[in-house]
C-alpha cells in the first residue's frame, strides 16, 4: 500500500478538519500529488493539487479555504480545510505521482497512483 489517507470524521458546518496521506514505496511526497473527493452519488472531483516544484492549484469552490501541504521530512501530504460547508461531506482520495511521472522541478502534475480514501461528514 502506498498512499493511506487518514483525519476523517465528522465536523460541524463551518469547522476545521485537517487530512493527511502517508506516502510508501516507490512514491513519494516530494513529487507531485493531489486530492480528490467523491460526495455520495456523484462523481470523484479534483479539490487541489500540488507540483514536484511546489505549485499548489486548487478547484474554485474551495480557494481561499483549504490548503494543501507536503512534508517531506514526513513523506505525507496534507489538506487542510476551514469554513467547511456540507455539501464537503465526501470520501476523500489521496493521489501521488509513481515514481517514474515523477520529475523534481516540475510544475505538471500526472496523477496515477491512489489512496483508498478516508469519509467524513460535514453536519449543519
Known amino acids: 500500500v502506498q498512499l493511506v489517507e487518514s483525519g476523517g470524521g465528522s465536523v460541524q458546518a463551518g469547522g476545521s478538519l485537517k487530512l493527511s496521506c502517508a506516502t510508501s514505496g516507490s512514491v513519494s511526497s516530494s513529487c507531485g500529488m493531489g486530492w480528490f473527493r467523491q460526495a455520495p452519488g456523484k462523481r470523484r472531483e479534483l479539490v487541489a493539487t500540488?507540483?514536484?516544484?511546489?505549485?499548489?492549484r486548487y478547484e474554485d469552490y474551495v480557494k481561499g479555504r483549504f490548503t494543501i501541504f507536503s512534508d517531506h521530512a514526513k513523506n505525507k501530504l496534507s489538506l487542510q480545510m476551514n469554513r467547511l460547508k456540507t455539501y464537503a461531506t465526501a470520501v476523500y482520495y489521496c493521489?501521488?505521482?509513481?515514481?517514474?511521472?515523477?520529475?523534481?522541478?516540475?510544475?505538471?502534475?500526472?496523477?496515477?497512483?491512489w489512496g483508498r480514501g478516508t469519509l467524513f461528514t460535514v453536519s449543519s
Open positions: 500540488i507540483s514536484a516544484d511546489g505549485t499548489t
Open positions: 493521489a501521488a505521482e509513481p515514481g517514474w511521472l515523477c520529475y523534481p522541478g516540475s510544475s505538471a502534475v500526472s496523477l496515477d497512483v
